[in-house]
């Protein structure tokens, strides 16, 4: 069975950081990409990051670009989400994802991906 469990979240101020982890359990990273998303209240759901299996590429969502860091530990079978600089309007829920994809670029739509965590709430606010 299939599960992701994210874990991190947490009340951080403005400029300051925080590290979501996503826990896998029942697959492997070899040929599963993973996404982390985040859906703020009255919004739709958006894509912050994904993470490919083979080549290990990565995509960041303009917002976060060069404020967020997604990697992975495959010893630990967890994918991180290291956030710098936050901003008040980077509060949110935060999910990861998992989607069978052992070659191929990941993507940052959350209809590629059928394995969804439970989420995390990141607030940021001083």
């Known amino acids: 069975q299939l599960q992701l469990v994210e874990s991190g979240g947490d009340l951080a101020q403005p400029g300051g950081s925080l590290s979501l982890s996503c826990a896998l359990s029942?697959?492997?990273?070899?040929?599963?990409?993973i996404g982390w998303f985040r859906q703020a209240p009255g919004k739709e759901r958006e894509g912050v990051s994904c993470l490919s299996s083979k080549d290990r590429s990565t995509s960041y969502a303009d917002s976060v670009k060069g404020r967020y860091t997604i990697s992975r530990d495959n010893a630990k079978n967890t994918v991180y989400l290291q956030m710098n600089s936050l901003k008040p309007e980077d509060t949110a829920v935060y999910y990861c994802?998992?989607?069978?994809?052992?070659?191929?670029?990941?993507?940052?739509?959350?209809?590629?991906?059928?394995?969804w965590g439970q989420g995390t709430q990141v607030t940021v606010s001083s």
């Open positions: 994802a998992a989607v069978f994809l052992p070659w191929g670029d990941c993507g940052l739509t959350d209809g590629e991906y059928d394995y």
């Open positions: 029942g697959f492997t990273l070899d040929h599963y990409a």
